[in-house]
């Protein structure tokens, strides 16, 4: 699902400065007043190489990561795999007897016509599967988070590099036209210096807090309960923590690890972060009290140290999948000069400050005596001319993308690129791992309620 797909279904469930070469853009008025700008559309692809693709975990991601993949040219699905067989018969029925299916993820990476995965399983086998797979010769597509636990996240670098596999990781927003553009007018200044980043995702629905329906003959004779577990203490079949997996720490990361790190992902490719330092995050389970142990409600602050690629600057997290505001998705970065705002579009606003400073509004200067006032007045009148008291103005801008723009498939077509000619993805396992270790630190300090730091460099936990 790309991110425009999935903000759209959070609603269901809601430059100015730069020159730009005359043509480049199809400029629109807005009822608002706000200028728009349609971005222009990436070019198509085309294939060189024919690339076979199996999928490990058909679940929602699963099934949409495929179904977006065969989208570039040249891919071929080709093997399947999942511990429910009634998602691999529902495999065959929409994509033919062809595909091979396992409930053995083994079994798939031994195929040696296989090229590439597409793990779109639970969490905690993400990591396990992914340096499988490396070390089996495939490359790989992994879905978000990259890993479970922090202490994961070099295992899977290490592999990559040894391997020399490509990986790229599912957060595809920062392959799609708005956030490209974002990063661009963030580098040329057109916010000033950056201060603070506001970040929130609403849900209100069922379905958006991962209320997920379960198949009616879910049992141990269709699910292979063993081996999902294992590796874990032996527990009895639970159809709820195999098909609604997010709602349990053993086997997701919560909110934290599935939707902030969507927000952290964007953030660092816009910023060129490499990361926060110390992190603190607070909730509670307000609304969904379905047995689930992880929190519906999350708050986190991030503390980013200046470094050579960006000043110091906080960002503030926010999840609630009660929200009585309704459903939204809301990425905006403040800085000293404006502000940008990213959802499905980008929009840029400005609030510049005079050269003069001001005087005699609310103002200690009419606490002073009355000749006091007059000398300061006159002073003031003095050093700062009529242009300089007057406040600066900037046009607003909001920028679309075009119809038909897929940030998912430029995903994929990044990463099946990268595949053919060996080429860099925008996402792999050290951008991966820096988008979900803060993240995953999140659950850390809400669950033992303490402030967590972080070494964003040499990616490690400070203790």
């Known amino acids: 699902m790309s991110s425009s797909s999935r903000r759209k279904f959070i609603r269901q469930l809601s430059t100015a400065g730069l020159a730009m070469t005359a043509g480049s853009f199809n400029i629109l008025k807005a009822n608002t007043g706000i200028r728009e700008e349609i971005l222009p559309m990436p070019q198509r692809f085309s294939a060189n190489d024919r690339i076979r693709v199996g999928l490990i975990g058909t679940g929602i991601m699963g099934n949409a990561d495929i179904s977006t993949a065969l989208k570039i040219p040249g891919v071929e699905f080709v093997a399947a795999c999942d511990l429910y067989k009634g998602r691999l018969t529902a495999v065959q029925e ?16 031994a195929k040696k016509d296989i090229d590439a995965v597409i793990i779109g399983t639970a969490d905690l086998w993400h990591s396990r599967i992914s340096i499988d797979a490396m070390n089996m010769g495939k490359h790989v597509y992994c879905e978000k988070p990259m890993v479970k636990e922090i202490s994961q996240g070099h295992g899977v670098i290490e592999t990559a590099k040894k391997t020399n596999k490509v990986i790229q990781i599912g957060s595809q927003g920062i392959s799609g036209l708005v956030h490209l553009k974002a990063k661009e007018l963030y580098e040329a200044g057109e916010i000033g210096k ?32 063993d081996r999902y577990i294992a590796g874990l203490p032996k527990q009895p079949f639970d ?54 142990d992880v929190p519906d409600v999350m708050n986190a602050l991030m503390d980013y140290p200046e470094t050579p690629e960006h000043p110091a600057f906080q960002v503030n997290l926010r999840l609630n999948f009660a929200s009585g505001v309704g459903d939204g998705y809301r990425l905006r970065f403040i800085g000293d000069e404006g502000a940008m705002e990213i959802g499905d579009d980008l929009t840029i606003t400005h609030d510049l400050l005079p050269k003069a400073p001001g005087i005699g509004y609310w103002d200690a200067l009419g606490t002073y005596p009355k000749a006091m006032q007059d000398n300061l007045q006159k002073a003031y009148d003095e050093k700062y001319t009529a242009a300089d008291k007057a406040k600066p103005t900037k046009d607003p801008i909001r920028y679309k993308a075009p119809e038909g723009h897929d940030e998912h498939v430029e995903h994929f077509k990044n990463f099946f690129n990268a595949v053919r000619t060996g080429g860099k993805v925008v996402e792999d396992a050290v951008f991966g791992f820096r988008a979900a270790a803060p993240c995953l630190a999140c659950n850390e300090s809400y669950f033992h309620k303490k402030l967590v730091n972080w070494d964003p ?5 400070v203790v």
Request: charged share 25%.
């Open 457 to 461: 460099v040499a990616m490690k936990l």
């Open 239 to 292: 159809a709820k923590k195999f098909f609604r997996w997010r709602n349990y720490r053993e086997f997701g990361t919560g909110a934290a690890g599935d939707m902030f790190v969507h927000l952290l992902t964007e953030i660092h490719m816009i910023t060129g972060s490499k990361g926060p330092s110390r992190i603190y995050c607070n909730g509670q389970l307000s609304y969904w009290k379905d047995g689930r």
């Open 94 to 109: 929409k994509y033919g007897n062809q595909v091979f299916t396992t409930r053995d993820y083994r079994e798939l990476l």
């Open 194 to 225: 950056l201060n603070c980043i506001d970040a929130s995702i609403d849900r209100h629905s069922a379905m958006g807090a991962w209320q997920y329906t379960i198949p009616s003959d879910a049992s141990p004779e269709t699910v292979d309960w």
